[in-house]
């Protein structure tokens, strides 16, 4: 025990007890930070698809992660979880995240999100489409915020609607809309599931 808590093992112990800290930190972060962004989306929605695959409108298909309908129409959300400053402008084709830890690049996000909300408004076309990158807690544009760019409060203050009465009145005249891109997902499962089992010819019996 006395050999164990020598002064030669102390510095080894503090770096330890240092990593551990940060780790259940890293943890409790995250952990809040997911919890909290399950709430917003849960308060400005009132109904969401995840992870869906849907035509392009150009003989191909495009996945979109978060599709929410809100009492403004539709609205598509990509989730980017980064802590650090984050420089990136609408011109730039690559953002760079910079913390304590370290420096990193990522492909400009614009250019995707437009894709998708393009394929949607041409399966709904007469309903507002809208998108928005949503930076999570931990993430600060000190140089300005690009287009489209939203943290959780101003996702919350955008699309939130305190009238639920007059909500429900929207929601209502949307939901057909809504249904056609759930059919749409449908069909492209469907579509890739026949094209599967084309291309695994047919089984041979014994």
Known sequence: MDSLLSS???PTLGGIAIIVILAAWWLYRRR???NRLQRILGEISHDRIEAMVIPNGDDGEIQIDHLLLTSQGLLIVDIKDVAG???GSDKMNEWTVISNERRYTFQNPQEALYDRVAAVRHIVRQVPVEGRILFLDGAEFTKGTPNL???LDELLAEFG???KAAAKFKIEAFKPHWDLVR????GTQVDQMFS???KSGPHSRS
Do not use: I, Y
């Open 85 to 87: 400053t984050v420089f």
């Open 8 to 10: 030669a093992n102390l």
């Open 161 to 163: 609607e305190p009238d």
């Open 32 to 34: 809040r930070g997911g």
């Open 149 to 151: 760019v939203s943290n």
């Open 183 to 186: 059919k749409a997902a449908l």
């Open 196 to 198: 599967s089992d084309q």
